[in-house]
């Protein structure tokens, strides 16, 4: 299928029917590539810290590496949120869990908090009450770089974070506590390292790196594809859009649209699944038209 195929005439249950059709060839897809970055990426981070503790690698290029790498480990564990290794009760679910709950490590953020806050983006997207990422939501670029630098921060007295707001309201407050409990670890590493003379080392392998990650994370996976303007239904809930840095480099959030209309096709596939189709979803009022 492509831009030149003939919608005349055809009704929304027969464009549905058609765009399922095209998702069928995409869907249940082992992911390895994921596999690999997922795993692949946490060994690289890691490995910055032997290599540049050590002497063996200079700090500034350890610093480079870890930031790419937080930057990028969303991503896997976003795979696994949405079962794409393996559904519940399938042979590989135990790899679909190692991958989700370790991708994401460097983020500081746990699996299943992602998991839990990011189902309720997609049954609630751009939602103001609902969506735990509706905080993301700004007319412009220096608005959300703004936003974003808020939302890691603590609250003020009475004002709760979005993503703790969400899970009380869907009965997860126990994730509040392993959520905390993975703060509390990080900030005892960073600490611990800066007292024993490695402050400088630290800030560079870890805290500037996610600082920088956690925005470039928040800005391709939730602005750029859900601002300005998005509504809540089934086709413009989300955005195509030309990123300046190509797709790899915006982390494939360019074809967004499938994704949130076909949570389980995987990252590496959604392309082809775009291209494919594009005409029908166009004819459905998606907003495609950026690419």
């Given at each position: 299928m492509d831009g030149t195929m003939d919608l005349t005439g055809k009704t929304a249950l027969e464009l549905r029917?058609?765009?399922?059709?095209?998702?069928?060839?995409?869907?249940?897809?082992?992911?390895?590539l994921s596999l690999a970055w997922g795993l692949g990426?946490?060994?690289?981070w890691l490995s910055m810290w032997v290599l540049c503790l050590n002497g063996i690698l200079p700090l500034w290029v350890g610093f480079i590496v870890a930031t790419i790498n937080i930057a990028a480990c969303y991503l896997p564990s976003h795979e696994a949120q949405h079962s794409i290794f393996a559904m519940p009760g399938k042979s590989k679910r135990w790899l679909n869990e190692l991958v989700g709950h370790l991708s994401p490590i460097p983020l500081v953020m746990p699996f299943s908090v992602l998991r839990a806050t990011h189902m309720e983006h997609h049954k609630h997207a751009n939602d103001p009450e609902?969506?735990?990422?509706?905080?993301?939501?700004?007319d412009t670029v220096l608005g959300f770089l703004w936003g974003?630098?808020?939302?890691r921060q603590p609250q003020p007295f009475g004002r709760e974070h979005p993503y703790a707001r969400c899970l009380k309201r869907i009965g997860r407050e126990d994730l509040l506590l392993l959520s905390a409990g993975y703060r509390l670890v990080y900030l005892g590493i960073l600490c611990g390292t800066a007292l024993n003379g490695l402050a400088i080392e630290v800030a560079l392998l870890w805290w500037l790196p996610w600082q920088i990650g956690i925005t470039y994370t928040q800005f391709y996976l939730s602005w750029a594809p859900h601002n300005p303007g998005c509504g809540t239904d089934r086709y413009n809930d989300t955005q195509s859009f030309k990123s300046r840095l190509g797709n790899i480099w915006s982390s494939g959030m360019q074809y967004h649209v499938i994704h949130h209309l076909y949570p389980r096709i995987p990252l590496v596939r959604t392309p082809e699944a775009y291209r494919q189709m594009k005409p029908i979803l166009k004819a459905q009022g998606a907003r495609v038209d950026a690419i």
């Open positions: 029917a058609m765009e399922r059709e095209i998702a069928k060839q995409h869907l249940d897809k082992f992911p390895y990426n946490l060994v690289c609902l969506d735990p990422d509706y905080d993301h939501h700004y974003s630098l808020q939302w």
